[in-house]
Nanobody, 117 residues
């Protein structure tokens, strides 16, 4: 069964840190690009960070220098380390995998991150 399962969200004070995890199953994880998106209430879903199969990364300007995306191909897991969190980082965070072979995206169920001021 193809699925992505996120974990690691929660409530944290401004300035704090969280690490999100996303474990993939049923896909050829090591060859696929992995992304983290987020969606705040009343806003469109936006790309936060991405990592290719070769380890190249990209970040939204709003999180550069604070968030780090990484992957562990042996465990089919992608991480998002979030430091210096701000109230405006509050959102549901979604893991996304681009399936190279079929050229489709699959999504996780999302995990809530709430940053209090």
């Amino acid at each position: 069964q193809v699925q992505l399962v996120e974990s690691g969200g929660g409530l944290v004070q401004a300035g704090g840190s969280l690490r999100l995890s996303c474990r993939a199953s049923g896909t050829d994880f090591s060859i696929n690009t992995m992304n983290w998106y987020r969606q705040a209430p009343g806003k469109q879903r936006e790309l936060v960070a991405g990592i290719t199969s070769g380890g190249s990364t990209n970040y939204a300007d709003s999180v550069k220098g604070r968030f780090t995306i990484s992957r562990d191909n042996a465990n089919n897991t992608v991480y998002l380390q979030m430091n210096s969190l701000r109230p405006e980082d509050t959102a549901v965070y979604y893991c996304n995998e681009y399936i190279m072979v079929s050229r489709i995206f699959i999504w996780g169920q999302g995990t809530q991150v709430t940053v209090s001021s």
